[in-house]
């Protein structure tokens, strides 16, 4: 008998919760006021899920990105979200000077990010000689708030093959004091045995062994991934492995998402990423298949219960021959 269990710990973590009852609860006070005029603009997907996109975007929330807010003239009195992800200062400066009343709702955890990386810059600009490198995705909305702190100078490095390439044509020196945070939303392990490499190749181009070079502190790894992720991984893993299927649920443009879901792929190879029911085949499952159901910090549990109780009445007419076939049975 086929059954589904949705993952406990998926869904929407803490910042992205945060950004989206700030949103509706404005929403409501102007809804409830007759206020049709009183409208919020959101820089950015609020989050990367375009279920829970629309079901925002239906209750009034206006979603606008980096151009639409460099062609405004004048938004006096206009309110102006930040998400969760977080903004450079630039963006600060420019709702500032265009009349924004700004909502910000960047995760505290990012917030923290951006100012340990922000101490980090001016301490090295002061000593005259250093560099940052951040771990993440190139252009993803948190990455480009947090090179925001570096007036743009930080190396961003989204895995090993890039960083050994960034130190073969001189953008990352291995005789510099060096300094590397992380996204908050990869993978600890992934982001582990890139500092261990880069670790690897200062030690050998300085001529010291791994514990004499620790001692020079020439590099500063920062453990920066946020709390709530990474025992996300580690959980995970386990879910997929005590499945015989699943089913990840989240936005395809979700970075986060695409993380999990991999993580989840290498755990069970009967892994399969959908955005909403729509996307679900029959054909995917089995009569005694044990389902799981997850998702990114940016999937929504309603989705979640949605898409297991579609997968349930998929599968509650099972043809007679699967039944057989179930039951070491053959024609």
Request: negative net charge; hydrophobic residues 40%.
């Amino acid at each position: 008998m086929l059954t589904v269990d949705i993952d406990s710990n998926s869904g929407f973590c803490a910042g992205v919760i945060r950004a989206i009852s700030t949103a509706e609860e404005f929403l409501k006070r102007a809804h409830d006021a007759g206020d049709e005029s009183k409208r919020l603009y959101s820089l950015g997907a609020i989050v990367h899920n375009d279920a829970e996109l629309s079901r925002l975007i239906n209750q009034g929330l206006v979603t606008i990105d980096k151009e639409d807010l460099g062609e405004m003239v004048n938004a006096q009195g206009e309110y102006l979200l930040i998400r969760a992800h977080g903004e450079p200062p630039q963006t600060y400066m420019t709702a500032e000077r265009l009349g924004f009343n700004v909502i910000d709702c960047t995760c505290p955890v990012v917030l923290k990010l951006q100012k340990r990386i922000k101490e980090a810059y001016a301490y090295q600009k002061e000593a005259g000689r250093g560099q940052i490198i951040i771990f993440g995705k190139i252009g993803h909305a948190e990455v480009l708030g947090l090179m925001g702190q570096t007036d743009g100078t930080a190396t961003v490095i989204e895995n090993i093959a890039m960083l050994e390439d960034a130190v073969q044509n001189g953008q990352i020196k291995l005789d510099v004091p060096t300094e590397i945070f992380s996204q908050t939303t990869k993978s600890p392990a992934e982001y582990s045995r890139l500092c261990s490499r880069l670790e690897e190749m200062m030690a050998e181009y300085n001529e010291l062994s791994i514990e004499r070079f620790r001692g020079r502190r020439l590099l500063v790894i920062h453990e920066t991934i946020c709390a709530q992720v990474a025992t996300r991984h580690e959980r995970l893993s386990r879910f997929a492995l005590e499945h015989d299927i699943i089913i990840f649920v989240s936005g395809k443009a979700s970075s986060n998402g695409k993380v999990l879901c991999d993580l989840c792929k290498s755990m069970n190879i009967r892994t399969y990423h959908i955005d909403s029911v729509s996307e679900i085949k029959r054909e995917w499952f089995r009569a005694d298949d044990k389902v799981g159901v997850c998702g990114a910090t940016s999937t929504p549990k309603w989705l979640l219960e949605e898409v297991a109780e579609y997968i349930l009445d998929l599968n509650k007419y099972v043809p007679a021959w699967e039944e057989k076939f179930a039951d070491g049975e053959k024609e």
